[in-house]
């Protein structure tokens, strides 16, 4: 493929919160974009770290020592694998997430949003 992929009319495809798209490949690894409203449930990913770009609004991560990570539009962040999170959207945010491909989106395959290809 020979083209740009713009983001933001990926994410104009679609309306539904915490349900992530995958909008190209990467050395077996998915990268997606993503509405996020309110908030989402603790979980972790024991197998990988979760990357979080946000590209509009602003989203505050919760961690399991009590911390909070807060991101405004062009600053990323990297849970490290295994530890426990709650990511929040202030309002609705708009992300990209990389994670390695079949990667369940809250940690456990049985409530992991299906993968989608956009």
Do not use: C
Not at 13 to 20: I, L, N, R
Not at 68 to 87: E, I, N, S
Not at 106 to 117: F, M, Q
């Amino acid at each position: 493929m020979h083209a740009a992929i713009d983001l933001a009319a990926k994410l104009a495809t679609f309306k539904e919160a915490w349900q992530p798209r995958t909008v190209s490949l990467f050395n077996g690894h998915d990268v997606m974009v993503a509405r996020l409203r309110g908030e989402y449930h603790w979980h972790v990913h024991p197998e990988s770290d979760d990357f979080f770009l946000v590209l509009a609004g602003a989203l505050e991560i919760d961690l399991e020592d009590g911390a909070m990570v807060t991101l405004a539009p062009g600053q990323l962040y990297v849970v490290p694998r295994g530890v426990r999170h709650r990511p929040r959207a202030i309002g609705e945010a708009h992300i990209l997430l990389i994670e390695p491909t079949g990667t369940p989106n809250s940690g456990d395959p049985a409530t992991a949003a299906p993968r989608r290809v956009i």
